[in-house]
Every structure is written in structure tokens, then in C-alpha cells.
């Protein structure tokens, strides 16, 4: 029999001893078994409440933490979602997070949100592993995604792949140029979210795909609108932005500069609508009574915007919330697919920045 230094027979170390407390350690402090506290932490319902208590308490206790990586390895299945966009630090991207973070809460799930870049496609990859699935937040059909090896369960929000939550860009165009066809306005110009797709010397687009779709379709029906109403579109009228503040000044600006500007912007975001606003408002132009400004989205620089932006809304943190509870239920094998899921609507906000010409 091995003894110690002393002389005296050694003792298993308690956990308080131990660098890294094990499941087994929560179990014995609690004085359950060891697939009890798995099923606490796994969220299942099977376990009686008195025990689930003793089960939190010595978590609590002994500050233990679920090794998601062992369980992974293990083939064991996390309570994690991995959330991945390349534009992080903008304002759409914020509301769809915003709106999944609450639906992985109610669900007891968790999220680890990551911003996509060339230097980090490893990282990615290591999280996707551990991720019960994947939202990908506008993600483009090239860059890095041929590195990650995404989960098995992916939903993209605004963007390429087989499993896409996307509004009715086509419908909300639509409803924009309504009002502003409605409003009297005959002379609309329009800044897309297009800046970089390739165009003809008309300044018409290639064909499809590009890498925003919804651009597209909500310059397809700003032409479709203008050319029911009988109204002329100049070359010089349709102006190319990349959704960015300063890309919808320098777009307001050409058109701004036109020997017959237009008296109306259908922008295909908000940002580049205020952006618009900002230009017109530094040339001594009022908002709206010399030009009339309609954006995209409803982020909430909309609503504190002087003037106040009318636009059109995005469910945006509906659909985070919505995607998240769909990538649980693909998981949890209660639905086989997501796709064929019809878009999600749009609405009217109006606020301020529109007028009767």
C-alpha cells in the first residue's frame, strides 16, 4: 500500500482542493448520481425540483462549469448556438442579436456571437463544433465561409444558403415608393445598398446573383414602381451605396449635384438615409418641405433622427428570435427543416421626413 511522505495513508482531495471540479464532485455534494446532474444541466424536466435544488446549490458551491469542449469531443450535445456575422458593429446586425439572445434565454440555451474575418476562420470553426447550430447574420455568398465547417443545423438571416430568413424587400420597396408616388412626388431617386456589383454602362446591374439580394429587389421595385406611374427614371437617378452612413452622403450628394435633382430618396437603408438627410440639411435644404427622405430597416437611429425617418420596418429582432427557436427545434429533431419558411412581413412607419410635394 503506497503511503505518503508522513507516513500517513493519503486522501482523496475535496473539491475546494482540486484545480478543476468535476461533474462527479457536484454529484457527490448534492447526493444525487452523476446523470442527475447532467440532466439538470442539459435542462431536462425529469428531475424532481427538490433535487434540482441540490443539484444548483452545489454548482453554486463548488463553482463548477460545463467543459463544453470535452462534451463535444465525447459526442455529447451542447446547449450552445453559435451566432456569426462579418458586420457585427452594425445596427441591423445589433437588432438581430438582440432578438435571439432573448429567445436562447427563454430556451436556456446560450449564445456566442463572433464577428467573421479572414484571420479567425480556425476560431470559428472550434465554436461551430461545440454549437448545437449556426445563425449567420447577412453573411456574403464568398470570403471565408469555404474555411468554416458550420454545424449541421444553419439559418441564414439576410443573405445566401439553403435555409434563409429574409422580409418581403420587394413588397416594402413597394410600400415606400407607394407613399411617395402618393405624396405627388414625380422625380424620386433612389440609393441602393448595391456599391460594388458589377454594371453596365447604362448603370443597370449584371445579372444575378449579387451578394445583396435584398438591394436588388428593392431597386427592382423602385424601377417596377416608377414605370407603373408613367415616371421617367434618369441614369443619374439610381446612385449605389453599401448600407454605411457616409456611402448614403457621397450617393445624396451626386444626386443632390444633378442639373434637375430629385425632389424625393427612396434609400435602401437607414443609414445612408440619414446620412442623406445630413447632406441635404448642410446644402440649407429643409426635411422634408425641399426634399422628401424614405429609408429601410426601422433601426432605432430612425426614431431619434430630427427629422424623424420615415421608413419601412424590419421585424429584425423577430427574426433572431424566431431563427434561434427553429435552430433549437432542428436540433432537438422536432422539425426536419427550415426551409420554405415564407418572408417575413414589412410595414409603413411614417414619421417626419416624407411630404406632400
Known sequence: MLKSPSGKRPTTPSPSDRSVVTLHDVALRAGVSPMTVSNVIN???????DARKRVLDAIDATGYRVNLLARALAGGRTRLISVFSPQLNRPYATEVVHGASMAAEALNYDLVVMMLSEKNATDLSIMTQLSIGALLIQPTSHGTWSRVSLPEHVISVDGPGQQVFSVDNYGGATLAMRHLIELGH????????LEGERQLPSGRLLSPPYDRDDAAERLRAYRDCMEN???????????????????GAVAARRLLDLS??????????????????????????LVPRDLSVIGFDDLPI????????TTIRQPLQRMGEVAVQLLVALAEGQVQTAAGRPPFPTELVQRESTARR
Open 260 to 285: 434637375t435633382p430629385p425632389t424625393a430618396l427612396f434609400v435602401s437603408g437607414d443609414a445612408m438615409a440619414l446620412g442623406a438627410i445630413h447632406v441635404a440639411q448642410d446644402r440649407g435644404l
Open 186 to 193: 414625380t422625380r424620386i431617386g433612389c440609393i441602393t445598398g
Open 43 to 49: 435542462g431536462k424536466t425529469t428531475v424532481r425540483p
Open 302 to 309: 430612425a426614431a431619434a433622427s430630427r427629422p424623424g425617418l
Open 229 to 247: 406611374a408613367g415616371l421617367d427614371v434618369p441614369r443619374d437617378y439610381v446612385q449605389h451605396g453599401n448600407y454605411r452612413q457616409a456611402s
